[in-house]
């Protein structure tokens, strides 16, 4: 296994995953090339943009992208995205990634990874697997227009 920073190169390996990961159960969207390659390089265009792609014998089989912020304290880590091919998930991939991720962190002086998930949804045990805390005191929050 190797894991390499998300690029222009391997731009297209990821959206990929996105796709195969999020257009099967439990999510069943309909993402299409051109929608998730827009909604992924919005992500990449950002200052502060942290993403990798985690490849298994040149097959990519997953992705977490992210971005760092500035708190008071020390940099933050907000997880915008982690994924894991359908055909790839509950082999170690996901958690491996996740270690890789929270090692890259520490090294970059970062305080605090943070992440959103619906906790109706598999994702939600697995974060909580990983030790991520849900916390009462903050609210997601959205308007249907």
């Not at 969207?29 to 990798?52: C, H, R």
């Amino acid at each position: 296994m190797k894991i390499v920073s998300i690029t222009l190169e391997n731009f297209n390996d990821c959206v990929g995953i996105f796709i195969k990961a999020y257009n099967q159960a439990p999510w069943n969207y309909q993402w299409t090339v051109e929608k998730a390659s827009q909604y992924l390089a919005e992500y990449m265009s950002s200052d502060y943009f942290i993403g990798f792609i985690l490849y298994d014998q040149d097959l990519p089989v997953g992705a977490i992208l992210g971005h760092t912020k500035t708190w008071w304290t020390n940099k933050q880590m907000v997880i915008d995205e982690f994924f894991i091919t359908a055909e790839s998930q509950r082999k170690g991939y996901g958690q491996y990634l996740m270690e890789f991720c929270s090692s890259y962190a520490k090294k970059e002086e970062v305080e605090l990874l943070t992440l959103m998930t619906n906790k109706y949804m598999p994702a939600y045990k697995f974060y909580n697997k990983n030790d991520y805390i849900t916390t009462e005191q903050y609210v997601f929050m959205f308007k249907p227009l």
